[in-house]
Structure formats: structure tokens, C-alpha cells
């Protein structure tokens, strides 16, 4: 699959996604702008974006989509202010939703989760001043890596299974500093991920680094 936001989305979306089903591609309809993209299996993947209609207003309607191997469908999020950064999906009836509201004196991260039809807030126990990335444990539950609260701005992976919240230091090799990262990725049918990262012995060098968990 390729999602594409499409040549000029600022002034005229013409978004698409793209399949290739072995010998050729074909263009498949979506019900709306696909921003964040989740696979769980062929025929179970989840995204999220603005409806086509208000794609291009400073406040958009969302939606949530889901591709069950034959047709996309899609349904209407709440309206709520700002707009997502992360999906992470789990199972045809279970997917993460991390929210961005910019405030006038903050900035706020929201999680949610819809299991079947429901979409609840989940409260993230963990202070997170800005999320890198969400992704799936592959065992019902998710991970999380997050920047902690100012000036250290820590950033720790955040890991809900079940109802219990843990948290682990972000590794960095030896003689280096944490300098960004490129978010999560899971590894399908495993409860493994990968994660991209920035490392510094100095302010004038930085080096790429792969984390791997359960590899």
C-alpha cells in the first residue's frame, strides 16, 4: 500500500491511496485524508484524517477509517480542537488515537481508545510534554515515547498493558546524548518494535541510531 496526500493538498486535495496486488497497481477510494496510517494484518488496516470536504479549514472534521480487505469504511470522530498525531492499531476493533490540542498557555497530548464502537479517553499517568510516537505491543496493549516535563525534557518509552502503566529510559550508546527520535514502529505478528533515533557525543555531530525491542 502507498497513502499519498497527493500533488497540492493545500489548495485542492486529490488524496489516494495505492495498492499493488502483485502484478499491478490500482487506486482505491478513501473516505478521507489519510495523515496517519496503521497495519495490522492484509485485511485490517486503520487510518485517520480530515474528510475531503474540510481537509483544507483551519478546524477540519476527522475520521476514523478501516480497511477490512475488501472496502474501506469510516467513522465520524467527535469534534474536538486540534488534531491527531499518532494511530496505532491492535485489532479489527481495537486502535490508539494519541490528540494534539494547542492551547492559548499549553500544549496538551490526548490518548484515546475505541475498542468496538466506543471511544474513551485513556489517562496517560506519565507527564508528556511532547510524543514522538505510538505503536501497538501486539498483545493488546501500547508503547508510548514520550519527552517528559521542562528543562530536562527526559524521554522515556510509556508502556500501558491492561490498566498498568511502566516506563523505561530511551538507551543511547556510550558517550552519547538523546538528541531526537523518529517514533515506533511494530513489527506485525510480534511484540517486537524498532525505533529511530538522533544521538550527540557534541553539539557539532549527530548519529543515527536503530533501537530494537524484543529482536
Known sequence: WVFSLGIDSTTSPDHYAARW?????????????????????????????PTPATALQQQPSYVLMHWNGTHWSSSTLPQMTGGPVG???DSATQVWLAWFAHGSSSRK??????????????????PVNYLAGI??????????????????????????????????AVPVPTGMQFHQSFGLTWVPGTQSLWEGQDSAPDPDHVYGTILGYGI
Open 21 to 49: 496486488n502483485g502484478h499491478a497497481w490500482s487506486k482505491v477510494t478513501m473516505p478521507g485524508v489519510p495523515l496517519f496510517v496503521s497495519t495490522v494484518s492484509a485485511d485490517d488496516i486503520w487510518a485517520v484524517g
Open 87 to 89: 494511530l496505532a492499531a
Open 109 to 126: 497530548y490526548t490518548l484515546f481508545e475505541q475498542n468496538g464502537t466506543t471511544l474513551s479517553q485513556v489517562t496517560v499517568k506519565y
Open 135 to 168: 505503536a501497538q505491543d501486539g498483545n493488546g496493549g501500547l508503547w508510548m515515547l514520550a519527552y517528559g516535563t521542562p528543562p530536562a525534557r527526559t524521554p522515556h518509552f510509556y508502556h500501558l498493558s491492561g490498566t498498568t502503566w511502566s516506563k523505561d
